[in-house]
Structures are given as C-alpha cells and as structure tokens.
C-alpha cells in the first residue's frame, strides 16, 4: 500500500526564518516544487504528497507529484480529515505543531518533523 505523506505547509515552511512572511504563496509553491522534484528524503519509493495550505496559499495549484489540498478552514483539521480518510493506509504528517501531533498519533499516523522534509 502507498504510503501517504501529509505536509502541514504552513509549519513546514515557518521553520525557518528565511524571509517566507514576505511571501507566503511564493515559499509554498517553491516548497511543492521542491517537494515534486526531490520527494521527501527516505520516502522517495513513490509515496503520495498531500501539501495542505490555507490562507494566502490557498491558490497555488497541485503539480505533477504533488497534490495540494488547501483547507477550507484550519489546515490542522483537514490533516486530520486526510488521515482519518486514509482508512489502513499508511500515513506520514510532517508538522512540529504538538496538538496536530496528537491529533494524528492518535488516528494512527506517524510524524515527521518539519526540518526533515525542507533538507
């Protein structure tokens, strides 16, 4: 079964302080982009990436590799929703936010924190 990876965009992005805030759309579409050409490292053997953004990145467009999803609401929320969809399927968030943390952990879903995703 696919392994599915969720990126909590926001978190992931927010980081590092490398200037993001000036840009918010701008630093998801290069992590996406980044995230379609490179994967995640150690989970390169065809996983599905779900990139969920919210707020002022909620108009960037999925690309080949990478599927954003951009939450209607709180992006911690529609993580939850994906994992909890997920059903059986393995499942990877990446997020250093700790109640989004439980949230998944509980649904059976194992984390990642955001710096291995942005090596």
């Given at each position: 079964?696919t392994?599915?990876l969720?990126?909590?965009a926001?978190?992931?992005?927010?980081?590092?302080?490398?200037?993001w805030?000036?840009?918010?759309?701008?630093a998801?579409?290069r992590l996406?982009?980044?995230?379609?050409?490179?994967?995640v490292p150690?989970?390169?053997?065809?996983?599905?990436i779900?990139?969920?953004?919210?707020?002022?990145?909620?108009?960037?467009?999925?690309?080949?590799?990478?599927?954003?999803?951009?939450?209607?609401g709180?992006?911690?929320d529609?993580?939850v929703?994906?994992?909890?969809?997920?059903?059986?399927r393995?499942?990877?968030?990446?997020?250093?936010d700790?109640?989004l943390?439980?949230r998944?952990?509980?649904?059976?879903?194992?984390?990642?924190?955001?710096?291995?995703?942005r090596?």
């Amino acid at each position: 079964m696919t392994e599915l990876l969720i990126i909590d965009a926001a978190n992931v992005i927010g980081s590092v302080p490398d200037g993001w805030w000036r840009d918010r759309r701008g630093a998801v579409e290069r992590l996406r982009d980044r995230l379609a050409l490179d994967g995640v490292p150690g989970h390169e053997d065809g996983a599905e990436i779900v990139l969920v953004v919210e707020g002022a990145a909620k108009g960037v467009e999925s690309v080949p590799g990478v599927r954003v999803e951009a939450a209607p609401g709180s992006g911690d929320d529609r993580i939850v929703e994906l994992v909890s969809e997920a059903g059986e399927r393995p499942c990877l968030v990446a997020t250093a936010d700790r109640e989004l943390r439980r949230r998944v952990t509980a649904l059976g879903a194992d984390v990642l924190g955001p710096r291995s995703v942005r090596r």
